[in-house]
């Protein structure tokens, strides 16, 4: 499985964007970059996925580069529901997700 | 919204007893996965199973846990003889297909072997 590299933590304010890099230098064609979060003391949530061009959702955009190397997700306006661990994912055959340890991202109000 | 159900939310059990994990997957998916997580560390995958069978299993996956689909909805996790390893909070998830998909997950079983 194809490795994605994310910082450990981040830390953004209340109402203000935030941008969630991931690097995947090794990204395959066929591989699709899945984002998940877990809150605290519940499973993982689904954000967003995409293979070539930005996605958006009602919760999320979803940048990836050119060459595909590298994406952030943007949470267009942080709330302090937001806090969470991200997770950016390489998925291309078979279903299942290989979490690495993520992103903890905390909301300042 | 549909969601996948996990029962019991806690479970406390003796070391050496069996315990069994049920969750009820959205109806219309497919695939269904079991993941656990110790405390403080990450998500671990343990189980794939599509078409009523094991379609991938992890290395954590040993002989002494199992999985099955008894009915139409339920989808459980056996293991046959806990050990204090075993303790973590166990995650189900459901999806509609493999790959261009997304996952949903269950709120989780604690397990505690004491």
């Known amino acids: 499985d194809a490795k994605t590299t994310q910082p450990n933590s981040m830390e953004s304010n209340e109402e203000e964007p935030v941008h969630l890099p991931c690097n995947h230098s090794?990204?395959?064609?066929?591989?699709?970059i899945h984002w998940y979060r877990q809150l605290p003391s519940q499973g993982p949530e689904y954000v967003i996925h995409?293979?070539?061009s930005n996605v958006n959702n009602r919760m999320a955009s979803l940048a990836i580069a050119e060459d595909r190397k590298s994406s952030t997700l943007i949470l267009h306006r942080a709330t302090l529901r937001d806090a969470a661990v991200y997770y950016c994912?390489?998925?291309?055959?078979?279903?299942?997700?290989?979490f690495g340890q993520g992103t903890e991202l905390s909301v300042k109000p | 919204e549909p969601e996948v159900t996990q029962t019991p939310s806690h479970q406390v059990t003796q070391m050496g007893q069996e315990v069994i994990l049920r969750c009820v997957p959205i109806?219309?998916?497919?695939?269904f996965y079991w993941y656990r997580q110790i405390l403080g560390q990450k998500v671990e995958f343990l189980v794939s199973?599509?078409?009523?069978?094991?379609?991938?299993k992890s290395e954590i996956f040993d002989d002494q846990f199992s999985v099955e689909r008894p009915d139409g909805s339920n989808f459980t996790l056996k293991i046959r003889s806990t050990k204090l390893e075993d303790s973590a909070m166990y995650f189900c998830?459901?999806?509609?297909?493999?790959?261009?998909?997304?996952?949903?997950f269950g709120q989780g079983t604690r397990l505690t072997v004491v």
């Open positions: 109806s219309n998916h497919l695939y």
């Open positions: 199973f599509y078409n009523n069978e094991i379609s991938e």
């Open positions: 998830a459901s999806s509609a297909w493999e790959v261009n998909t997304e996952a949903f």
């Open positions: 994912i390489l998925k291309n055959q078979g279903g299942k997700l290989i």
């Open positions: 995409g293979l070539t």
């Open positions: 090794t990204i395959s064609g066929t591989d699709y």
